[in-house]
C-alpha cells in the first residue's frame, strides 16, 4: 500500500521555523513527484510546494516564496519542507502527497493533480 505520513508539526512562534517531513513506503519513490499543502480552518485546501522524481525541478506558491524550502532524500524516501519566517497565517493542517504524473502537468501545484494523499500535520504559529 502506498502509505504517506507528515510529521514535524507544532507550536511555534512568528518568525520562528519548523521543518515537517514526509515519510514514505509502498511505491517506487524515485518515480513520483510530491507536492506539500496545507488547508486552515474554513479553507479549501492548498498547493505549498512541489518537487520533480529526481529533485530537479521545485515550485513554490508566492505566499511562501523565500520562506520555505524544499527537498528530498531518495535514499530515505523522505521529503523535507523547511519552513522559515512563519507567520499566524501560516497555521494550517499541512500534508502531502505523491503522484506519477504531475511533475509534467501546466501546474504541478494543484490538488486534484495528486493521486496518493497522507494524514496531515498541524502547524500552529502565533503571534
Known amino acids: 500500500d502506498v502509505q504517506l505520513q507528515a510529521s514535524g508539526g507544532g507550536l511555534v512562534q512568528a518568525g520562528g521555523s519548523l521543518r515537517l517531513s514526509c515519510a514514505t513506503s509502498?511505491?517506487?519513490?524515485?518515480?513520483?513527484?510530491i507536492g506539500w499543502f496545507r488547508q486552515a480552518p474554513g479553507r479549501d485546501r492548498e498547493g505549498v510546494s512541489y518537487?520533480?522524481?529526481?529533485?530537479?525541478?521545485?515550485d513554490y506558491s508566492d505566499f511562501v516564496k523565500g520562506r520555505f524550502t524544499i527537498s528530498r532524500d531518495n535514499a530515505k524516501n523522505t521529503v523535507y519542507l523547511q519552513m522559515n519566517s512563519l507567520q499566524p497565517e501560516d497555521t494550517a493542517v499541512y500534508y502531502c502527497?505523491?503522484?506519477?504524473?504531475?511533475?509534467?502537468?501546466?501546474?504541478?501545484?494543484?490538488?486534484?493533480?495528486?493521486?496518493?494523499w497522507g494524514q496531515g500535520t498541524l502547524v500552529t504559529v502565533s503571534s
Open positions: 518537487i520533480s522524481s529526481n529533485g530537479g525541478a521545485t
Open positions: 502527497a505523491a503522484d506519477r504524473k504531475v511533475q509534467y502537468s501546466i501546474d504541478p501545484l494543484k490538488v486534484a493533480g495528486y493521486q496518493h
Open positions: 509502498g511505491f517506487t519513490f524515485d518515480d513520483y513527484a
